[in-house]
């Protein structure tokens, strides 16, 4: 039965100490005796007066304060949960509060303790035991939660303090991530390479005359100096540093000292305010076109004849990756040009150029097996509830309508004898309107063209005829495509990426980290990131971060060019002596691409292990 002047919210199982107190109070246990009965280290029980006291101050119905608004003052608080309670600690505190209340039932009179005392002795023993069957479960109360809340000793929100080692382990255990010796290869032209290690790249810095001339020979010969497998002092060695010069070599054409000359696409503005001579001179540009023109029929014998294994042709509206035979699993010749238009795919077509657009087809068998699918389990393919349909089908459909429509669309105005007022859509804007699905592709990764086998000489014949392969009007007016390559060929300038090292401090938990980085810039082509890469594994001891920065258009060059459906044949891999490329980076660029239209952004070296993000 509930007592006067107590609140019922107040009434909680765990709260024992209340309880007793709540208890005395109300049988006129003496003050002296309360005191006794007290905890040490709780705050003294100050309840104030009664709801029902005759001179209680204040308006009638208020609530007393609540004496245990501190959580740290209650038997449930946080920090006392966080003991560990045995069966034994449990039963001695019981215990022990019996023989409290005993004493104190001994101090009133005796009749009054006949009465009460073995009463209140069996209820208090009724409601330890409820409590002790609480307590087996820990209790955990967050900083938001409530104490009085009435939910507070519900199952589902109770949380284990205590855990097994099993479960902490079961808990703590996460799946390793998995390490490669080898990432894959990246067929994209990155602009712009930062590595970041625990150790310093100053061995990368002020390299000697010597060692400078040594990796410019090595380079030019396709010579490639074997690493020490354990380098203490990456400075002292001489094979290391003339290693770093020869990754950074590179050949263009042409070559302005005055201009960078990629990227070409989305360049207007770098070109701005640059001296152009050619520009307005006809002479000039048909020169350089000439050279240009002998430059690019140079590669593609050194490409046939695998001395060269690949080269680029950046163009201020498309670039174009020539590839050898053998190189991303294609057994021969391999040629993709992204991004395209309409206009461009029209006119390859004309100059009888074969190629494929590999993202759509991959779109439409992956199309076309989800049919069989749906065919298989009995549903229409067509009337699905999805109501998808392909680009091609939808405009499939439009054609054939607008094939029927267009003679009865133009029979009723001659009826009314308007057919002169009315201007008629010319034949031009009509074939647009049905080809709507091709020129939506424009400009868009999904455009890149496969070119394969012989091919690729027609391509080549149709590039160096192509009048709108130069722009006519703009800063880039009259500047033929930029000619990137591996390997030596006719009217090529070497070239240097530009290398950098920075100490900085990166700020940590316990206080500050030096950090070293290596700041590479250029157009930086898949054997240059690969040699890289293989010198700095060995320098800084098997662990580095980098961050590549992709030129954009660039990125849908991985997709891969030899279908898994496709039968097997032969292949040729290109001969490491004389293409200019180690055997290691040969090695990686044969094997097929796998990225797709995604490039490699993030690469993580651990315990000489790579994992990366694309």
């Known amino acids: 039965m509930e007592q006067a002047g107590y609140s019922p919210s107040f009434k909680k199982p765990a709260d024992i100490m209340r309880m007793r107190r709540k208890r005395a109070r109300s049988e006129g246990v003496s003050p002296n005796v309360r005191a006794s009965l007290s905890v040490p280290g709780t705050r003294p029980f100050s309840p104030g007066p009664l709801l029902n006291a005759p001179n209680r101050p204040g308006v009638a ?9 501190n959580i740290e003052n209650t038997f449930n608080s946080p920090k006392k949960r966080a003991t560990v309670r045995s069966d034994g600690d449990v039963d001695d505190f019981f215990n022990y509060k019996k023989r409290a209340l005993v004493e104190a039932e001994g101090e009133n009179s005796a009749l009054y303790a006949t009465k009460t005392s073995l009463s209140y002795l069996d209820q208090f023993d009724q409601e330890a035991k409820t409590t002790e069957k609480l307590l087996e479960t820990p209790i955990s109360i967050s900083k938001n939660d409530s104490l009085f ?3 507070l000793f ?4 109770t949380t284990a303090l205590v855990k097994s080692p099993q479960h902490q382990a079961a808990v703590e255990e996460v799946p390793p991530v998995s390490e490669c010796p080898e990432y894959p290869a990246d067929w994209s032209l990155k602009t712009r390479l930062l590595f ?13 005359a010597q060692e400078e001339a040594q990796g410019l020979t090595q380079h030019c010969r396709a010579e490639y100096a074997c690493l020490p497998q354990n380098i203490q002092d990456p400075r002292s060695c001489p094979e290391l540093r003339c290693g770093f010069q020869q990754a950074l070599q590179y050949w ?8 960078s000359l990629f990227p070409r696409i989305g360049a207007e503005r770098k070109f701005a305010g640059k001296s152009s001579p050619w520009s307005q001179d006809t002479e000039v540009q048909q020169s350089m076109m000439r050279e240009w023109s002998v430059s690019l029929t140079s590669l593609y014998s050194l490409l046939k004849a695998r001395l060269c294994p690949y080269f680029y042709l950046c163009s201020y509206q498309f670039t174009v990756l020539f590839r050898a035979s053998g190189l991303s699993g294609a057994p021969g010749l391999t040629a993709l040009l992204t991004p395209t238009t309409r206009g461009l795919r029209e006119a390859m077509k004309a100059d009888g150029i074969e190629f494929t657009l590999p993202l759509l087809e991959d779109k439409r068998k992956s199309k076309e097996h989800s049919d069989e699918c749906k065919s298989a389990e009995g549903e229409d393919p067509h009337n699905s509830a999805s109501g998808e349909h392909s680009d091609q089908e939808v405009d499939k459909g439009v054609d054939e309508d607008d ?18 007022k009315i201007k008629k859509p010319d034949s031009i804007t009509i074939k647009l309107q049905k080809e709507r699905s091709s020129v939506c592709l424009d400009h868009k990764p999904e455009s890149v063209v496969l070119v394969k086998g012989a091919h690729t000489h027609t391509l080549i014949n149709f590039l160096i005829n192509c009048k709108s392969l130069v722009a006519a009007a703009g800063t880039q007016a009259g500047l033929p495509p930029t000619l990137l390559a591996p390997s030596a060929f006719r009217g090529a300038t070497l070239q240097t990426l530009k290398a950098r090292s920075i100490n900085v401090k990166t700020q940590v938990r316990t206080g500050y980290l030096d950090l070293c ?11 240059s990131l690969h040699m890289l890469t293989q010198l700095l594994r060995t320098a800084q001891k098997g662990s580095f971060t980098a961050v590549l920065y992709t030129h954009d258009p660039t990125a849908v060059l991985n997709v891969p060019v030899c279908k898994n459906t496709e039968p097997k044949e032969q292949v040729d891999v290109v001969a490491p002596s004389g293409c200019g490329l180690s055997p290691a980076t040969l090695q990686q660029i044969a094997e097929p691409a796998s990225l797709g239209k995604s490039a490699l952004r993030q690469l993580h070296l651990r315990g000489y292990g790579y994992t990366w993000k694309s």
Do not use: Y
């Open 61 to 69: 119905g208020q609530k007393r304060r609540n004496p245990f608004a």
């Open 149 to 151: 809340e009435a939910d």
């Open 196 to 208: 970041t290690s625990s150790h310093a790249f100053s061995w990368a810095e002020q390299p000697k």
């Open 517 to 527: 980085s290596l700041e590479v810039t250029g157009p930086i082509m898949p054997h």
């Open 252 to 259: 263009q054409h042409p070559s302005l000292p005055w201009l």
């Open 403 to 420: 094939d029927d429509d267009d003679d009865a669309g133009f029979s009723w105005l001659k009826e009314m004898g308007v057919q002169d």
């Open 154 to 157: 519900e199952e589902e929100k």
